[in-house]
Antibody
């Protein structure tokens, strides 16, 4: 059974940094791209970025709203994907979901974690 | 960036109704479109991918169609469990979600 478990959320002041983790199990982690999607309170879904799987070089892409501040990385030996968030802003407050691509080269999201809440406030 | 526009934003319907939600892309996305269902406090669930492919385990009353820039999600006979918010997602170039359509009880 595929499972994704996020951790690392919490309350943080503007300008500070936070790292989220996503631990995957039940699939060959390294073969799949991993994605992050966020949802601000009462709002819709916003794609944050993704990191490609090992067959595609592990390269990353980001939404314009987080580019230059957020970094996605992965440790395939531990089946963990990370979202490093720097220079946090109040508008980054959201539930952050980790996702797995449904196919090795297609970015529909067939599994989602339970989400972890990040609150950015002074 | 590719923009995705869903309509309507809210839809009131009754159990047994046929429901259709539309998603329009700002440029062609071929058939690289997925649909998700989200219930309050829960993670979204994949329903449809590649515009019309039904995800395993999803009831057959859900169907998707379209190509290019116009897509639809249809629920043939609405069930009590289907009252939720639905999102489309393009994955032709990176990813973008529509703003969501809330299906509520009439």
């Amino acid at each position: 059974e595929v499972q994704l478990v996020e951790s690392g959320g919490g309350f943080i002041q503007p300008g500070r940094s936070l790292r989220l983790s996503c631990t995957g199990s039940g699939f060959t982690f390294g073969d799949y791209a991993m994605s992050w999607v966020r949802q601000a309170p009462g709002k819709g879904l916003e794609w944050v970025g993704f990191i490609r799987g090992r067959p595609y070089g592990g390269t990353t892409e980001y939404a314009a709203s987080v580019k230059g501040r957020f970094t996605i990385s992965r440790d395939d030996s531990k089946s963990i994907a990370y979202l490093q968030m720097n220079s946090l802003k109040t508008e980054d407050t959201a539930v952050y979901y980790c996702n797995k691509w449904g196919a090795t080269s297609y970015a529909y999201l067939d599994y989602w974690g339970q989400g972890t809440l990040v609150t950015v406030s002074s | 960036d590719i923009q995705m526009t869903q309509s309507p934003s809210t839809l009131s319907a009754s159990v047994g109704d046929r429901v259709t939600i539309t998603c329009r892309a700002s440029q062609t996305i071929v058939t690289w479109l997925a649909w998700y269902q989200q219930k309050p406090g829960k993670a979204p669930k994949l329903l449809i991918y590649k515009a019309s492919s039904l995800e395993s385990g999803v009831p057959s009353r859900f169907s998707g169609s379209g190509s290019g820039t116009e897509f639809t999600l249809t629920i043939s006979r609405l069930q009590p469990d289907d009252f939720a918010t639905y999102y489309c997602q393009q994955y032709n170039r990176y990813s973008t979600f529509g703003q969501g359509t809330k299906v509520e009880i009439k």
